[in-house]
């Protein structure tokens, strides 16, 4: 057993409170997720119910447990043991579910990444993690390799260009589960921190379990005959959930999509009759101006998180379909949604309540918990919460045993949380969590830059955008040719979905006697 991440979690004092009301959350001491997920649903009898609904076809619960054992065999082979990090890297798709699926299986621990991030991305999470191994779908290879090259990732393993199809050829299709704790690290998420440098969430087993019993058993009743689809990646727990534990855990399907454009999210909902979709306010609000012609009787159930849902968004959705989006609040330190509201309980504009097996609170600037009727910092407590990997962050997440998640909130007399702003520098634009000082630093690294701040500007798509106000070096002028030049530059060092989408040229930044920024007046 490599012991890397047991050895860095907080100490105990510094865990948030954790309780299982539930008796679905009461797990046994002996617990691997991919058995109760995988397993177990074929020895239940569901091996020939639909698991993944693609394009090419259809994948049962026992082609995916053959495909994941393979898998697994395939790592064990190349040398993984239980407590090693994994670094995975895809597109949503059956290879990719699978990969996670064997990673769980093998006890190991992992790293899944967003497609889009970068080198200088992806050399922070491997310098945190430190991962001995890599699967990586071969047409997002190349920043890898960037990593790699510096000694960062020993095994890099890709997929769709023969590499571990070959492996797997050859490897048997029956795998024995390795025999880990309910309390043993099984995923490292990682996050932005609003300095830029990113923070890992630590989950154990029973923690992926517990946000399909409270999420998908309570919030949206999953059932064997529902398909979930929708547009976040593995690479955010939000994803991880509702589009392969969700259903898995309750023997349903799921329909990946690799490029979740509007065009492309309808078509699958028509081709596989999906029932649940998953995405952010701002697609929502892109699919609603797509929806004519559109056959969309299967869908019930509409789910939106990552950032807050304007009431315009959520009644222009349900005038043209007769759904209510489900609206959420979740964290990555959290695994996913705690607090929401379905059906008949909705309130639009409004987040919702906590969900069974969650309690929350505004709390005030002395962490005292406020009454009815009160705006404060958002805390919450449950069955999941926040375990930074070796990071001095844990003291500023949790206080007094709360989850604070850097929102404030305000309760009304009847338990619904409303959403009023973010308490720091982070930006959520589109469902992304952007660190502002991260994009300033790949703005300083061009010559025509003297300073900049950057900050998040109300938009009507996109709910923020990124801004960038910038101080030139003598001699430059800010014109459009130099805001296009500014924003590619960004692109080519930080994921694309971090570019600043507006750029204003500035003689000075405001700041205070002391030399501080002070981004409130940039905000003002």
Known sequence: MDTFARDRLPPKELWPRLHFDLPELRYPDRLNCATVLLDDAVAEGHGERPAILTDAGTITYRELLGRANRIANVLTGAGVAPGNRVLLRGYNGAEMYATWLAVMKTGAIAVTTMPMLRAPELTAIVAKARPAFALCDHRLQSELQAVTAEGGVGTTITWGAGDLEARMAKSFDRFVNADTAADDVCLLAFTSGTTGQPKACMHFHRDVLAMADVVARH??????????????????????????????????????????????????????????????????????????????????????????????????????????????????????????????????????????????????????????????????????????????????????????????????????????????????????????????????????????????????????????????????????????????????????????????????????????????????
């Open 219 to 524: 919030l949206l009743h999953t059932a064997p005959d529902d398909v979930y689809a929708g547009s976040p990646p593995l690479g955010f727990t939000f994803g991880l959930g509702a589009l392969l534990v969700f259903p898995l855990r309750f023997r349903a399907a799921t329909a990946p999509i690799e490029a979740p454009a509007p065009a492309t999210v309808l078509a699958a909902i028509e081709r596989h009759g999906v029932t649940c979709l998953f995405t952010a306010p701002f697609a929502y609000r892109a699919l609603a101006a797509e929806l004519a012609l559109r056959k969309l009787s299967s869908l019930k159930r509409c789910v939106s998180a990552g950032e807050f849902l304007p009431k315009s968004v959520s009644d222009t959705w349900f005038e043209k379909t007769g759904i209510r989006i489900i609206d959420g609040i979740g964290a990555t330190e959290m695994i996913h949604i705690f607090i929401s509201a379905g059906g008949d309980e909705i309130r639009p504009g409004s987040t919702g309540k906590p969900l069974p097996g969650y309690r929350a609170c505004v709390l005030d600037d002395d962490g005292k918990p406020m009454p009815p009727g009160s705006t404060g910092r958002l805390a919450v407590t449950g069955p999941t919460g926040c375990r930074y990997l070796d990071d001095e962050r844990q003291r500023d997440y949790v206080l007094d045993g709360w989850n604070v998640t850097g929102d404030l909130y305000r309760v009304d007399e009847d338990g619904y949380f409303w959403f009023v702003s973010r308490t720091d520098d982070m930006i959520v634009s589109a469902g992304y969590n952007i660190a502002g000082p991260e994009v300033e630093w790949a703005l300083l690294a061009h010559p025509a830059v003297r300073e900049c701040a950057v900050i998040g500007a109300a938009d009507p798509e996109r709910g923020t955008i990124v801004k960038a106000c910038i101080v030139l070096a003598p001699g430059r002028a800010g014109d459009i040719a130099l805001v296009k030049e500014l924003q590619d530059f960004v692109k080519q060092r930080i994921a694309p979905y971090k570019y600043p989408r507006v750029i204003e040229f500035l003689e000075t930044l405001p700041k205070t006697a002391t030399g501080k920024l002070q981004r409130k007046a940039l905000r003002k």
